[in-house]
Every structure is written in C-alpha cells, then in structure tokens.
C-alpha cells in the first residue's frame, strides 16, 4: 500500500524568506511524484512531478522539488516566498502503472509580510 | 484552465432533493476521479472510472451514485444527503498509465446541504 505524509500541516514564512514544505512516502515500488497546490475554493493545479527521470524537478512559479530514494522523501522549496504563494499545498504518490493517486493531508502555507 | 470543468460550481440542496454534479474532459484521457474535500480532512478518494468502467469504490455511502456514459464526462448523482456530506467534490482524470501520469483537477462543486 502506498502513503504519503507531510509533515507540518500549517507553515509560515516571511516573503522573501526560503519556503519547505516536507513530504514523504512510502511504495512498494518506485513511484510517481507530485506537488499541487490549491487555492481556495478551486480545483488542484500541478506544481511539478518526478516520474523517474532527473531527481531534481523544477516546476512553476519558482518551486523544486528532489526526489530522495533513501530518504523517501521529496520535498518542496522555493528560494524566496512571494505573497501569492500562500495556498494548500498537497504531496501526493501514484504508482506507475496503477490508476490511483494517494494524496498527503496537505500543509497549508501563510506568508508574512 | 485545466481542461476538466465542473457544474455546477455552487449548489444548495435540501435532504430530500436528488440533484447531479457534471464533469467534462476534452484531454482525451481514459480515467477519471471523484474526490471528496472536507475542511480539515484529507483529500478523500470516492470512485475511480478507468475505460469507462468503475475500478474503485471507496466505502461510499449509497446516496452518492457515479455515472461515466463515455470516457469524457463523469456524474455523480446525489440523493438524500445528510449536512455531513457538505464538502467540496472534485472531478479529475488522467491517462491510466505511462510517463505523462498526472491528474488534472477541475474547480469543484462546492456542495451545501441544508
């Protein structure tokens, strides 16, 4: 069975400050990896994915993530918080050639002015 | 735009009434989701319709009741919901499998019942 956990279900940066968001898995086998994040009252968008190529993925709007295999991690920063970005952020795993998606709890993040 | 739209985006039903939510895609992906999103609880999975047939129904209650007449819409038809079934239900869909295997999310209905 596959899970995802995220540690710090609420986060707070200062704009202009580094941004971590924690995620980890677990899978049976090597899996897919995503980032969403949502703002409110909308859908889910796609902020990047590791689908077994480069462990280091870059995303939109300045985000990254590195997929560690020993650490089962892969963990979402961005260099310098901007406003906007405060939203739901969620981790989620699939394996890759099943149909479901496994999602984390979700951290939601606050910027500070 | 994501490609998956949702209506209605708001809708306000009594126990009794028998209402529907709609999804369309035009990504020509072959699975799709229904989601259920409750304050403070994780994304919750409800079904999953892969080549039009349903692979997974997760626990739900009876009163909700997908429909997926072709691989580019997806229902959920609802009836005598309870004030607990407030949430906001997302449609997603996504190529069942290879390299390109994210879900695509649309708005959400926004579901209140009174």
């Known amino acids: 069975a596959q899970s995802v956990t995220q540690l710090g279900s609420h986060v707070s940066v200062s704009e202009g400050a580094l941004v971590l968001l924690r995620c980890n898995y677990s899978s049976s086998v090597p899996p897919y990896l995503f980032w969403y994040v949502q703002y409110p009252n909308q859908g889910l968008q796609l902020l990047l994915k590791?689908?077994?190529?480069?462990?280091l993925v870059k995303g939109i709007n300045g985000f990254e993530a590195e997929f560690k295999k020993s650490e089962t991690s892969f963990h979402l920063t961005k260099p310098s918080a901007h406003m906007s970005d405060a939203a739901e952020y969620f981790c989620?795993?699939?394996?890759?050639?099943?149909?479901?998606?496994?999602f984390g709890p979700g951290t939601r993040l606050s910027v500070l002015p | 735009e994501t490609g998956v739209t949702q209506t209605p985006r708001h809708l306000v039903m009594g126990m009794t009434n028998k209402k529907s939510l709609k999804c369309e895609q035009h990504l020509g992906h072959n699975a799709m989701y229904w989601y259920k999103q409750s304050a403070k609880k994780p994304l919750e999975l409800m079904f999953v319709y892969s080549l039009e047939e349903r692979v997974e129904n997760n626990s739900v209650p009876s009163r909700f009741s997908p429909e997926c007449p072709n691989s580019s819409h997806l229902f959920l038809h609802l009836h005598t919901l309870q004030p607990e079934d407030s949430a906001l239900y997302l449609c997603?869909?996504?190529?069942?499998?290879?390299?390109?295997?994210?879900?695509?999310f649309g708005q959400g209905t926004r579901l209140t019942v009174v």
């Open positions: 997603a869909s996504s190529q069942e499998a290879g390299v390109n295997t994210e879900a695509f």
């Open positions: 989620a795993v699939r394996r890759p050639y099943g149909q479901n998606f496994v």
């Open positions: 590791y689908t077994s190529a480069a462990t």
